[in-house]
């Protein structure tokens, strides 16, 4: 599988992050919170959309952008340059933000987030963020696991970080999926841009982050329509209230049920061609598409 | 959204197929890997759908005043966000190459979201919103293949292997792309979404510049003839070089009272959203007021009516979920109301002043007892479970028993008891998909309704009681869609065309109909025998229409433009004598500030543009001019003030 490096145009400030990583995850479990530092910059994509990009202005801005793994209890420090024309921010609901400034269109702004609840976060640029100023912040357990699943038997198995195969991101803005597909350990990151097809192996660990961006998010099912619940109307548009939510699924199993801890409870037996998308907080639906 | 997950066996790669990408093929993309484009919705008026690098497309010169035109390669998508927006919209296939694939692109109802398709096939792809229909996002999908003589390239307005034909929403297929409608439409987008193509009249010169980039299309421009492989040709050969237009002359006998218009598209400088109230007072046709209410960031105001006592004026936000109370006599904010999604049009019930207003973006109308500002319930136009209807220009009965809506949704006229009782739904459209049955008009003494059907370009005539089809009248059998030629083809004495008809008032007295067409005309009808008698030309994207009186008897009928500035006043009846021959256009008024008219802000942009909704106080329609106070009524005739009694 193609493993493709995002944006690593300024290899000195990178490595610090990966080590800082490498660092926490390597040490035993009584270490205190790591403080890490990411240098992040906001650009203009040649559609003219916005995009985070780690690093400094010659680094690729990805939407959604970069994936940042941290652990419960340590301090995210953001250093934003603004390469836009328009007043961008940086902010995850549901942390602890210390700055609600934006910066000007060429400006800096730092930014402190303390990750103190495990989860995965939106991030986004605090208004431009349907242009695609967005990104997950996972916030793990400071020990492992990390996560678990329930096996074909009933039983609940943890999952450690290397235990992961590998990692999607999966942000619905509007009707469209953005996509970003990690490496086990968070360290590989290729952008799968909108709407993607994901892959993965029967028996794989797959570890998915499913965020949304915006307000009244609407599912429609291009080429399909359904029944509006509890009555005969057919209809092939809904509007969800969904608002910034993440849930976290793992799926092990090609052929087995997914089943998913935490917020949502759901069903959906990966075969060819299915698509598992959220509806409301506490649900996931399966639903089957053609192909294009 | 669409996105599949697939699982493969072991031993397989199982790899992840990448989406498609802002940096990819697309004009400008900087990769070889499948392209984005991504539209914003928005409330701006012109930019409807703004491509996100809308200013930068503008930047390019060569000509380009549109910010809803991109172009792609094959197998690239387009986005489209409503993030720019505070209405709820469908994103719905206008026109698309004939063969296209994933397309055409629909909704059963409006939401806000937004959408995304790929586009395979070389062609023109048009976009708008069934709720707002002159909101306007184009896509060329373009074969790198095709270039012009010189060597540049050629932008496909249809794929090679249709002789690039297009196919429209409303079921015409195979249209070649060098036929005179088929130009027309392209005109029409480059004018709805180029603000410097529209016409300013205190400019006192109008030109439209179309790109200065070649495309190709099915034949030589208006030929019947088709060239093999395409005709190339530069899309400026459109262009309208500077004219001058003329100063507005207003009519020479005055009106009664004042007309309110909805100035929709005017910017003025203390609020975000576009849209003002421009009041003008007929007694000596200037402007006297103009209202932004930049406290509420008022947005897109569209259609307005008045209370029994003409004090109070309601007007909708239709790119908004607001309702405005307004007071006449200082155009001050009494109250906004939250409604519901994009309302449109609003009546009075002439028996109880009770507000009804067309939820055009959901499914009902929603009521507000007179004399209160809180909305009561929605009466529902469709049966419970069945599709959303969107009704947009709706009229009342003068008894006030009857709603009449024009289902845009659903292609059906809707008949309403006033407590919302479901009497009949008839299509119209003669089965065409996508007709569009878009305003009413109605007899004073409800004996017939009239519904024009915007993408059908015809007018149904129906039984005002039943409901039942009458007939219905074809606005464009004088038109040769291919070569454009205007003849008498009905055979009613007249060479008369209605393209795109929307607001089709019935005079106070029921003597004659009179339709503002956006394709740029006005007709009139006379209702005794429903035919057309006659066609007066209108500024472009011709919309609204309401009756006034005229001073000492008669009446007139204010027509308004979206793409204008000024108000055209027609007359169907000058000399009064019943005969409407004599009809003719009287004069037109400037709806620009004038610098001494009152004012709640300063203009900024777009002086006088986006004329839509048009009233004029007092309210003298059969039904409600029984109620009007005394001091209003005594600057009326007797015919006036009892239009279909005996006199």
Known sequence: MNKKIFGLKNPASTLTAFILFAVTLLVSPMVLAAVHNFSISANTLPNGQLGYALGGSTAEAVIPGPALFVKQGDTVQITLTNNTAFEVGFSVPGLINNNTAKAKPGQTQNYT?????????????????????????IVDKKNAPIDSYINDDGGIVPVTQADLDKQFILFMVGSTFWGTEISGDGTHQKPLWANPNLGAVENDLVRFHVLSVGPGHTFHLHAHRWLKTGTNTVIDTKLLDVVQIAIHLLSKQAVASVRVIGNIIATCSPTWKQACTVVSRSKLLVVTEPVW | MHGSFKVETVGSDGASVVGASPYGRILLGTKDEPGLVTFEITDEPGSWFRSARGDAIVGLGAGIRTKSLEVIAPGSSVNFIMSDTNAVHTISSLLWPTGAHHIPSNQTDAYRGGGIAKLDTPGLYVFTCKIHPYMFGAVIVDD??????????????????????????TGIKGLP??????????????????????????????????????????????????????????????????????????????????????????????????????????????????????????????????????????????????????????????????????????????????????????????????????????????????????????????????????NINTGDVGIYAADGDIQSRTATGQGAPGAHPIAIGMMPDSSKIYATNLLHHSLSVLNGHTGELIKTINLIADYNPITGAFADNDGNG????????????????????????????????????????????????????????????????????????????????????????????????????NGSNAKDDTVSGLPGFGGQGVLAIPNVYNGWVQNLPEDWKSGLTAAQRDPVGAH
């Open chain 2, 144 to 169: 790198p293949e095709t270039a012009d003589s010189n060597g540049n390239l050629a932008l496909d307005l249809g794929d090679k292997a249709s002789n690039f034909k297009i196919d429209l929403a």
């Open chain 2, 494 to 593: 007249e060479i008369a065309v209605g393209v795109l008809p929307i607001q089709t008032p019935v005079s106070p007295d029921g003597k004659a109909v009179v339709i503002a067409a956006t394709g740029g005309q006005i007709l009139v009808i006379d209702t005794a025998t429903d035919k057309i008698v006659k066609m007066f030309g209108c500024d472009p994207g011709c919309h609204g229409a309401n009756f006034g009186a005229k001073k000492d008897g008669g009446y007139y009928a204010y027509v308004t433009s979206k793409f204008s500035n000024r108000l055209t006043v027609v007359d169907v009846d000058p000399n009064g004598d019943g005969d409407l021959s004599d009809a003719k256009i009287a004069g037109y008024v400037s709806l620009v500030d």
């Open chain 2, 177 to 406: 792309t060098n036929s005179d409608l088929a130009i027309r439409l392209l005109k029409t987008f480059f004018v709805a979404t180029s603000p410097g193509n529209w016409q300013d009249y205190s400019s006192g010169s109008w030109n439209v510049k179309f790109p200065d980039l070649p495309v190709v299309i099915s034949g030589a421009p208006f030929s019947t003839v088709l060239t093999d492989g395409g005709f190339t040709t530069p899309l400026n050969i459109l262009d309208i070089p500077p004219t001058s237009l003329p100063t507005s002359t207003p009519p020479t006998v005055k009106g009664v009272g004042e007309v309110w218009v909805n100035t929709q598209f005017e910017k003025t400088a203390g609020k975000y959203k576009a849209g003002t109230i421009t009041v003008v007072d007929t007694t000596n046709w200037t402007v006297k007021r103009k209202i932004a209410l930049p406290g509420i960031n008022m947005n897109n105001p569209h259609n307005m009516w008045p209370t029994r006592d003409q004090s109070v004026i309601y007007a909708t936000q239709w790119f908004d979920n607001k309702l405005t109370l307004i007071n006449r006599e200082n155009g001050q904010l009494i109250k906004n109301i939250q409604v519901g999604y994009a309302p449109s049009h609003v009546m009075t019930l002439p028996s109880t002043d009770d507000l009804t207003i067309a939820i055009n973006g959901e499914n009902g109308i929603s009521v507000m007892p007179a004399g209160t500002t809180t909305v009561t319930k929605m009466m529902p136009t469709q049966a419970h479970g069945h599709t959303s209807a969107s009704p947009h220009g709706h009229w009342v009965s003068a008894d006030g028993s009857k709603i009449i809506t024009p």
């Open chain 1, 113 to 137: 987030v303390h990750a103190n609840k495990t989860g995965s976060f939106v991030y986004h640029g605090n208004g431009k963020e349907l242009l695609g100023l967005f990104g997950a912040l």
